[in-house]
């Protein structure tokens, strides 16, 4: 029996474009054939003010990137944040929590992917903090969670070079993307601005080995994997 549920209202948390196919491309994929209403939220953009990296325009193209990829894997809606970029460290806590939480109010989701805690980006490590502050059980908001997965993120994930309590993405879930591999491939190349050579962790080869070896653990073709945050049957 498949731990997901034909009503679901499932919600994806993407610091960045393209976050959330390195992560869990597959499995929305495999979510949305089954007709699961899909909504990708992407935190974070240009900002209300002079961004300190990038013209606003910028947004513009990965925008459309972001739209022709989530179009491809069948994502029914995408709300774009826009919290400055590799700028949150700089922000108070308490915008960015009030920011993820207007967002859960809109949704209202049963399940949520999330960036995992330990991940390089600071963008990613404030954005499970705040995920984490707003889906404490207990608060009404969340009456409807039920599942509540965290993702790996190839140019983030165990990359830090000294280690610490977060280090090592250690996953306890697996989906098995054997069926929809080239699918994931396939949304990720709708993300050229992101795209780097073979070497590198955001290329298709390395996506592809990554999925191959998440699906050794499981004795499967491709995998991708989570770390099963809350789990709530009812």
């Not at 960045?16 to 089954?34: M, P, Q, S, W």
Request: proline share 6%; glycine share 4%; with cysteine.
């Amino acid at each position: 029996m498949s731990i997901f549920r034909q009503n679901d209202r499932v919600l994806i948390v993407a610091p960045h474009c393209d976050d959330e196919v390195l992560g869990c491309g597959g499995t929305i994929k495999f979510l949305a054939d089954r007709g699961l209403d899909i909504t990708l939220y992407i935190v974070t953009g240009h900002g209300d003010g002079i961004h300190p990296i990038w013209p606003k325009d910028l947004w513009d193209s990965i925008h459309n990137e972001c739209e022709n990829s989530s179009s491809y894997l069948g994502i029914k809606r995408t709300i774009y944040g826009n919290l400055p970029a590799v700028c949150l460290p700089d922000l108070p806590i308490y915008k960015v929590n009030e920011e993820i939480k207007s967002v859960l109010s809109q949704i209202n989701p049963t399940v949520i992917f999330m960036p995992w805690k330990g991940d390089m980006h600071k963008d990613h490590e404030i954005i499970n903090y705040a995920l984490s502050v707003n889906l404490r059980p207990y608060l009404p908001i969340n009456k409807s969670v039920r599942l509540v997965l965290s993702y790996e993120v190839l140019s983030e994930t165990n990359l830090p070079i000294e280690p610490s309590n977060f280090s090592q993405f250690t996953p306890n879930f697996y989906i098995d993307i054997s069926k929809y591999i080239n699918y994931k491939l396939k949304a990720m190349e709708f993300y050229q601005s992101q795209l780097t050579n073979s070497s590198s962790p955001r290329s298709i080869e390395a996506i592809k080995a990554l999925a191959k070896l998440r699906g050794v653990h499981v004795n499967k073709e491709f995998a991708e994997a989570f770390i099963l945050s809350f789990c709530l049957e009812s």
